[in-house]
């Protein structure tokens, strides 16, 4: 194999702008953004990413949302991992969790969103989605042991952001 990832790339590019241009092939030119991203991938982050956007527009218009979330999930795991990026690693799998909402998959989107605000120190931002990962985690039979997980991190978050907050967080009523 030559391993020419960027000719590769800029033809799958080319290939999804002719797909694009000719109207009825929408999703041949999304599947080929994918590949150009592939390529991409080995060789220029950001022009994969770039090429991962066209893909998930493209799905977004055709009302693909599902397929469009599995996209920003990649484009935040590339900011994560190769681009650091780590304000726009957040807004991609917060987009994706809005775009999975009413799945499990969304709370994955969630989770890395509060551990990166949380990171970040906003600290309001990452108890409110633990809590609420929490809560849902509780009320499912299969995932109600991982919530106390969720809580915890929560109350961390509590402690991190003021003692008088922290106990407002811990009270129970002791009734």
């Known amino acids: 194999m030559a391993k020419k990832w ?8 080319r290939s999804a702008e002719l797909n694009f241009r000719k109207g009825d092939s929408k999703h041949e030119a999304a599947v080929n953004y994918v590949d150009a991203s592939t390529c991409f991938r080995k060789t220029n982050p ?6 991962l956007m066209k893909a998930a527009d493209i799905y977004t218009d055709m009302g693909r949302f599902t397929m469009a979330a599995k996209h920003h ?3 935040a795991e590339l900011y994560e991992s190769e681009c650091v990026d780590v304000e726009k690693c957040v807004q991609h799998y917060e987009k994706a969790a809005d775009y999975y909402k009413g799945e499990d998959s969304a709370n994955k989107c969630l989770l890395k969103v509060a551990q990166y605000a949380a990171q970040m120190e ?5 108890i409110e989605i ?3 990962v929490g809560t849902s985690s509780a ?16 109350a961390l978050c509590h402690l991190c952001l003021d003692l008088l907050d922290a106990q407002v967080g811990f009270s129970f009523d002791h009734d």
Request: net charge negative; glycine share 2%.
């Open 122 to 126: 906003q600290y309001k931002k990452a």
């Open 73 to 75: 999930l990649s484009i």
């Open 46 to 51: 950001p022009k994969a990413v770039d090429c």
């Open 130 to 132: 633990y809590e609420e």
């Open 6 to 13: 960027t000719e590769a790339g800029d033809a799958f590019v």
């Open 139 to 154: 009320d499912n039979t299969l995932l109600k042991y991982s919530a106390k997980d969720y809580f915890f991190k929560a």
